[in-house]
């Protein structure tokens, strides 16, 4: 009877260990998946970050680089218009040019009830105006 108790008691420490090792790997994969999980995600914020940081950028840069040709482009075209005697460049004050602005917003407005991209194109144009004391 007593070899029974003691090998019952053997088998009995034999499962609970068993069951301590099976416990302890649950919390090491919990661990690990948890660890996992963050260094993912700090990763993709990080990756996330870097393209906004380089998208910004190279937005920017196209958008100058456009500002700068058109800008170019517009002198060229002054300085050719000035060869013809026939043309006439007229050069708004900037009141008057805000006026203009404020008129044609109401052709804007038209244009921006068409669908949701001109509506987002208006939105944009009038906000870059705005801020800039332009309407």
């Not at 991209?117 to 009038?126: F, L």
Request: proline residues 1%; positive net charge; hydrophobic residues 45%.
């Amino acid at each position: 009877m007593m070899a029974k108790t003691l090998l019952g008691m053997l088998r009995s420490i034999r499962q609970s260990d068993g069951l301590l090792f099976a416990a302890v790997c649950l919390l090491c994969v919990g661990v690990a998946t948890a660890n996992w999980l963050t260094v993912r995600s700090v990763l993709h914020s990080n990756v996330d970050a870097r393209f906004s940081q380089r998208t910004s950028t190279a937005t920017d840069k196209l958008a100058y680089d456009l500002v700068f040709r058109l800008k170019k482009l517009d002198l060229a075209a002054v300085a050719e218009a000035k060869k013809d005697p026939t043309i006439e460049i007229i050069d708004m004050a900037p009141e008057e040019r805000r006026k203009f602005r404020q008129i044609a917003q109401q052709e804007w407005q038209n244009w921006a009830k068409r669908n949701a991209m001109t509506e987002k194109i208006y939105t944009s144009v009038t906000t870059f105006l705005a801020e800039r004391n332009l309407l």
